[in-house]
């Protein structure tokens, strides 16, 4: 490909014209926003919400305008921010996992068979996909609720062996069952694509060298579908950390996660600083495990080719 | 005036020169060959042709006229790719259609110029045929086509019979010198195989790391290699290091490891000079030790392996002075593998003008 | 992958066995759902009777009507922005390979959604002084489908002989010409795929237009979200098994025109 630093002046107006708006539009309405929250979470909040000035007003009390690290203070002052974020990090990695051992056999399944039926496979799994999230997320209201065949059948076979009633709905049990259904698909597909381009040579070959079935399964197929395993879960547990939609919908009050702290912060106290602070303790929790998932990729491939 | 004239040409890729001093005149008509190993630059050189890629030094002309800053659209040069490059979305007819399109034609001669060149290349049935419908061999000269239908001053072709197998590959090497004279059209091709080159070309020029070697007719690049990388890289050879002794009046006696020889040599060449002995295999001939020609040269050693081909058969000679050798002889007596079996003692004859002496 | 050997083995049978609950998994909760549209109660309880009531009931309600135009107009206004400026994109990072706009365009997609929603409703009132309505949406939506588009028509170009564009050029044709005769015709599939997906995504969407919407507007999400939290009436029901209807349509289109493109690849 050409040499961008050596084109002609077309070469660079064709190649400005192209990159120009999106990145024009993204700068505007992705960038700069994000910048505008890290600012945010250095500023007062408004007297009605929203955030105070940032400069004060002359002769105005301290809190009315100007940069404070009061936001991050008050976040680490009381544990309870904490405790959600803790808790936030649990049901992210416990939904991964579980959507993990869940997909794992399909994905198999899907790469392994003809391949007609295959892409037919495939599509069965992303149809789901197709209804709102939302709907996905009601239907287990349905399906946990306390008048569902469900909660009936259970109830009564606990009633057999005299533990009390439970609750499934309006749980953690709730929440993490929706979070998984929600991402399923998620992990599903990263592994099969993976999945499918495993050559079937190998397996040929530690079969003639001795290798049974789950010794083959873990030792050949397991290390390289890591790739995939890493993919799906970056498309499990970074969505899940930040959902407030499930728990809200699902879960009890004892449930909420971080992103029903920030929609609370938000639309509820109007505490736009805290909110923005919030959100980007979050954006470096995630950043944060990105960089490790990419740290563990990285050493393992390292590993391989020593 | 030579139709294109590169000069000086200089083209670096950060600390790495893919071309350095480039000179070349290439004449209108001609089927000129751009020969030598991968990474030479003869690639680089090609595209610096066609437009996608500038000089850093030096400077492109053709009819004349300096190429620089003229985009690769606007140049009356077209290449084909050695991927052939055929719009998978267009028929064999809208693809070789498609120069004439950018050129604005109108639509009638569109279609007689198309269907005069679908004929030459004979492929007039796939007209309405799919680019994913046809052979490999079909593609390229579909690729060849749209080269050519809009009679371009130049075309390039880059490696286009890489990826053919070998007897197709002979074939379209025939198809490829009748389809240019028929034309006219000068021709600059690429290769790295050097038996195509020689084959092909009207003339060729050998490109090292970056630079010409040696320009020339295929006969004289094969019979008078300047220098020691040329004689290897061109069809097969046996080097031996020597010194000049004598630098007599036609001829020059050496002194290699194996003993004297003599051999020709250029003119200015005084004695103690160093340099390399050089004598194609089908230059020698074997015969049993009690034996002689009568040739100026004569080595004595045995027969250590062969390598059978059907036409000829490759001797793989031990000298007695330690050297190993390589004579060729054509297996003129049908029936008949070899002639000498391994461990037979032979002797090795060459008349003096049969070898050469290289420069250091 | 090699067929399977004829010898059933007790293995392969367990992984059907696992992959048909999985898919039951998948499917049984939508099922409940569109079976409950057509149920003749209140309650979401049991099966009384067959009925076409509440679907009646949904075409009444002006409030899910209005919601419904809206969804549509937003979906339809931003998947064309998105398209268009993903495409760009999406060759763009084909082409010149620059750093930082695969930052851009990408993060948006890779990152928890409640992030994206909140820092564009700072924004937006904050520096733009813009009420929150249709505008905002549509600005919302346009930034998180740009990525989608970007990827599809990135894999679509990656996957194609790059030769063929240069032989458009030495033949004669302007760049211009060359993206109007060769580049566009070979993309357009990955192009609409990405149209459709960037459709989808909106009439989807919820989390983003839950924090963008303001007071004023309601998309078909929103509505469902406080009929979900306020009042359960089986008319839920009925309006998640037309959205499901609409999208799955949708998504086989989708599928139909780049089935590469939702592999999710590594």
């Known amino acids: 490909m050409m040499d961008a630093a050596r084109g002609t002046a077309q070469q660079r107006l064709t190649r400005w014209t192209v990159t120009g708006p999106p990145f024009a539009f993204l700068l505007a309405f992705f960038a700069a926003p994000s910048l505008i929250m890290v600012l945010a979470s250095f500023r007062y909040p408004g007297e009605y919400g929203g955030l105070a000035p940032l400069v004060a007003a002359p002769g105005a009390a301290v809190q009315d305008g100007g940069l404070t690290l009061e936001n991050y203070r008050f976040f680490f002052s009381d544990l309870i921010y904490c405790e959600i974020f803790v808790r936030s990090l649990a049901i992210a990695f416990a939904s991964t996992l579980i959507c993990l051992a869940l997909a794992y056999p399909l994905a198999l399944l899907i790469a392994r068979s003809p391949k007609k039926r295959r892409d037919f496979m495939v599509l069965m799994v992303i149809l789901p996909f197709a209804s709102n999230f939302l709907i996905r997320v009601y239907a287990w209201m349905i399906i946990l609720g306390p008048e569902s065949g469900l909660s009936a059948v259970l109830n009564q076979a606990l009633a057999l062996i005299g533990v009390a009633p439970v609750r499934l709905l309006f749980s953690s049990f709730a929440v993490l069952v929706g979070m998984v259904y929600v991402h399923l698909p998620f992990m599903v597909l990263p592994l099969y694509t993976n999945l499918e381009k495993h050559d079937p040579a190998l397996l040929e070959a530690a079969q003639d060298l001795g290798a049974g079935a789950w010794t083959r399964f873990w030792r050949i197929t397991f290390p390289l579908s890591l790739p995939g395993i890493f993919s799906g879960a970056a498309l499990v547990f970074i969505p899940v950390l930040g959902m407030f939609a499930i728990p809200d919908i699902l879960g009890g009050t004892g449930d909420i996660l971080v992103g029903n702290l920030i929609k609370e912060q938000f639309l509820g106290t109007r505490d736009w600083p805290f909110g923005s602070t919030l959100s980007i303790m979050l954006t470096l929790v995630v950043l944060a495990c990105a960089a490790g998932a990419a740290a563990v990729a990285r050493r393992g491939a390292h590993s391989d080719y020593a | 005036m030579p139709l294109l004239e590169i000069r000086n040409v200089t083209r670096r890729f950060g600390d790495f020169a893919a071309l350095e001093g ?225 630098a007599g009046a036609a001829r020059l006696r050496l002194r290699t490891e194996l003993g004297e020889i003599v051999a020709p040599g250029p003119d200015h060449v005084a004695a103690g000079a160093k340099g390399a002995f050089a004598l194609r295999p089908e230059q020698a001939r074997i015969v049993a030790p009690h034996e002689s020609l009568g040739l100026d040269n004569r080595l004595g050693g045995r027969v250590y392996d062969f390598l059978y081909t059907g036409d000829v058969t490759t001797y793989l000679i031990d000298l007695d002075g330690g050297a190993r050798f390589k004579a060729l002889l054509a297996n003129s007596a049908p029936g008949r593998a070899k002639f000498f079996d391994v461990g037979d003692a032979v002797a090795v004859e060459w008349s003096a003008a049969a070898g050469l002496f290289l420069a250091e | 992958m090699p067929r399977r050997s004829r010898r059933r083995r007790p293995a392969a049978l367990v992984q059907w066995a696992a992959a048909a609950a999985v898919y039951a998994f998948l499917y049984l909760p939508l099922t409940i759902v569109v079976a409950y549209s057509f149920n003749d109660s209140r309650l979401n309880a049991e099966w009384v009777g067959f009925t076409l009531d509440w679907y009646r009931v949904l075409l009444a309600d002006s409030d899910m009507r209005r919601a419904a135009a809206n969804s549509l107009f937003i979906a339809s206004a931003a998947s064309l922005v998105a398209t268009v400026l993903g495409t760009m994109a999406g060759i763009a990072m084909h082409r010149y390979r620059p750093r930082l706009l695969p930052l851009l365009v990408i993060t948006p997609v890779a990152m928890p959604e409640v992030l994206l929603g909140v820092s564009l409703l700072l924004f937006f009132v904050q520096v733009l002084n813009l009420t929150l309505g249709l505008v905002s949406v549509l600005l919302a939506h346009v930034t998180f489908s740009i990525g989608f588009v970007a990827i599809v028509v990135r894999a679509r170009l990656a996957g194609m002989d790059e030769s063929i564009f240069e032989a458009a050029r030495d033949l004669g044709a302007t760049p211009w010409q060359g993206f109007r005769l060769v580049t566009f015709p070979l993309i357009l599939p990955a192009v609409l795929a990405g149209a459709l997906m960037a459709f989808t995504l909106s009439i989807d969407d919820f989390v983003i237009t839950f924090f963008t919407a303001g007071v004023g507007v309601a998309t078909l999400p929103l509505q469902i979200y406080s009929m979900i939290k306020i009042a359960v009436t089986p008319e839920v029901n009925a309006v998640s098994t037309l959205l499901m209807l609409l999208t799955l349509t949708l998504i086989l289109l989708a599928s139909r025109l780049a089935p590469d493109a939702l592999k999710l690849d590594a």
């Open chain 2, 22 to 246: 480039v000179s070349l005149d290439i004449e209108a008509g001609e089927f000129f060959t751009l020969l030598g190993p991968s990474g030479c630059g003869k690639t680089t050189l090609l595209r610096l042709i066609a437009g996608f890629d500038e000089p850093d030094e030096g400077e492109l002309l053709l009819d004349g006229k300096p190429l620089a800053g003229i985009a690769p659209e606007r140049r009356p040069v077209h290449t084909v790719f050695q991927s052939y490059a055929l719009f998978p979305h267009m028929t064999v007819a809208r693809n070789v259609a498609f120069p004439l399109l950018m050129a604005g034609k109108p639509k009638h001669e569109t279609s007689a110029r198309v269907h005069a060149v679908l004929d030459a290349v004979r492929l007039t049935d796939k007209a309405h045929a799919y680019p994913h419908e046809l052979s490999g061999g079909q593609k390229q000269r579909v690729a060849l086509a749209r080269g050519l239908v809009n009679r371009p001053r130049v075309l390039l072709l880059d490696e286009p019979l890489g990826a053919l197998d070998a007897k197709l590959r002979i074939e379209m090497q025939i198809d490829l010198i009748k389809l240019q004279k028929e034309v006219g059209i000068t021709f600059v091709f690429v290769t790295h195989a050097q038996h195509e080159a020689l084959a092909l070309s009207h003339r060729i020029a050998v490109m090292n790391a970056g630079r010409i070697e040696q320009v020339d007719e295929p006969d004289h690049l094969y019979g008078a290699p300047k220098n020691r990388f040329v004689a290897d890289f061109i069809g097969s050879i046996n080097l031996f290091a020597c010194e000049v002794l004598e």
